[in-house]
């Protein structure tokens, strides 16, 4: 059980981490890898599921204000977003639902390298994202959408770091969005599978409400700024901030790959 204290220093620490979280994740994703951490070492003792429904909580409020203020500036073309965000919903449950019974090893071992790819790939190709042009409508570009969607949401309800990074590089590449559309419409799916997430973690009691709703507060601040940035400077600021996060990602779950096998102590 997690006991809250909000005169103590140690919340208040907590809560600048989110702030961050939301300035990061609202421009290229990967603020979990500033939240999560930031749970864990506050409350070391607390049941992990109880941290994790908690960040999700924390996360949710941040990424709806990030997207809502995307498409003030950016359209999207819906006939993609929408499915995406539905199967990514639904994905999200069936991966919480299976990770019980299913080992979590491989994933450990294969995601610093995914990632370590996607970033090679995204230096050298300079171009990329830099202009927007969405596909005309079909049902082929549907059922990419819904693909998207539902595998990238199965990830994240089943593991998922590097949620965030998959879902740009997709709208990116596959979709053809710039930068700055791909945040957005990432922001979008990525409140699906918060919320897929904070209706199972909430079934089960492993939300703190009281820190997450504060939490959420911060997190939108920084997610207000953070999203306001993006908008300003464009692709080339979300570009760059992409490939910080990732080669910062690359490092976290390369290490974790490590230390968990006994490879490194």
Known sequence: MIEVDFSHWSVWLLLL?????????????????????????????????????????????G??????????????????????????????????AVVRTVSLDVFRILLPIILFVLLIYTIKQPA?????????SG???????TL??????????????????FLLIGFVRIFGFDFLHASAATKLVNAAT????????ASFGHIHWALGVAM?????????IGSGYAMRYGNGFVRKIFIAVESVLIFKTGFDALRYFGWFI
């Open 63 to 96: 990424t709806l204000i990030a997207a809502k203020r995307y498409l003030k500036t950016v359209k999207l073309p819906y006939f993609i977003v929408i499915p995406a965000i539905l199967f990514a919903f639904m994905g999200s449950f069936a991966g919480a």
């Open 17 to 61: 981490a989110a702030a961050a979280a939301g300035f990061v994740d609202s421009v290229a994703g990967g603020g979990g890898l500033i939240q999560v951490p930031a749970l864990f070492s506050v409350y070391p003792s607390a049941a992990p599921a109880t941290l994790l429904g908690t960040n999700k909580v924390a996360s949710f409020g």
């Open 194 to 201: 918060n919320l897929a997430a904070i209706l199972l973690f």
């Open 128 to 136: 990329l994202g830099s202009t927007h042009l969405p596909p005309s």
């Open 216 to 224: 959420m507060m911060m997190n939108i601040v920084g997610s207000v």
């Open 148 to 165: 998207l969607g539902g595998v990238i949401g199965f990830y994240d309800g089943f593991f998922g770091p590097g949620t965030g990074s």
């Open 139 to 145: 049902k082929w570009r549907v059922l990419q959408a």
